[in-house]
């Protein structure tokens, strides 16, 4: 790390006050060190601007402020890992069963709105995103929602409650149509798992290193 980037993490906050020596020179202890050991780990799990105002919070005695910061990082993991579970159920039983049509025939839009409790609005955008391929009725002109259409739907309609978007989801259900369902649904759920794993680990590296810099701020 270049010596202007400590003096820029010192400015923002990052770092807790040095003192001058006579000529001038900023001068920095193992408090100053462990300081940056905690914001570099605490990057990896909240994030740059997260993470300095975290070290914001301690540097200027505001606790509780750092605490909630780092609080609500977990809150919102342990969310994402809820919904990645629900997605994954989801996801699950739709690949194995197809959806049924009302009364054995297709779903007009504001049936298939009705089924996914969305705005009739909300398949249109879909459909305009390339996620949803709706057949037309050859005489009214109306949209018809086959099974394959109803699965992709549903499908949306979970990936959408897990903060998916909309061009994430279009990827998602083209590739699923390419792959014939299973082995994408797998490669989807595995890589959503091991990002979380992943955030998990950097949340824990960072509250290390976080709880030695208040060890070493509770001494002096």
């Known amino acids: 790390m270049s010596a202007q980037a400590i003096r820029n993490y010192g400015d923002a906050g990052v770092l807790p006050p040095t003192e001058r020596s006579e000529t001038g020179y900023r001068r920095y202890t193992p408090l100053h060190a462990q300081a940056l050991r905690a914001f570099l780990a605490l990057r990896r799990g909240h994030g740059h601007q997260q993470a300095v105002e975290i070290m914001r919070a301690l540097n200027r005695g505001d606790t509780e402020s750092a605490y909630r910061l780092v609080d609500a990082a977990h809150v919102a993991l342990l969310a994402e890992r809820d919904t990645r579970i629900e997605v994954a159920t989801a996801l699950g039983a739709l690949s194995t069963t197809t959806p049924t049509p009302v009364n054995g025939r297709p779903l007009t839009v504001g049936e298939l709105a009705r089924r996914l409790g969305v705005h009739p609005a909300t398949l249109r955008t879909w459909e305009a995103e390339g996620i949803l391929r709706p057949e037309r009725d050859r005489t009214t002109g109306y949209r018809q929602y086959g099974p394959?259409?109803?699965?992709?739907?549903?499908?949306?309609?979970?990936?959408?409650?897990?903060?998916?978007?909309?061009?994430?989801?279009?990827?998602f259900i083209a590739s699923l149509r390419e792959a014939g369902g299973a082995e994408a649904l797998s490669a989807?759920?595995?890589?959503?798992?091991?990002?979380?794993?992943?955030?998990?680990?950097?949340?824990?590296?960072?509250?290390?290193?976080?709880?030695?810099?208040?060890?070493?701020?509770?001494?002096?």
């Open 148 to 171: 394959d259409c109803v699965r992709d739907a549903e499908i949306a309609r979970q990936l959408r409650r897990g903060g998916y978007l909309l061009h994430q989801i279009a990827r």
């Open 188 to 220: 989807f759920l595995d890589s959503w798992q091991h990002r979380l794993t992943t955030r998990s680990r950097d949340l824990l590296a960072g509250a290390a290193q976080l709880d030695a810099y208040l060890t070493l701020l509770d001494r002096t």
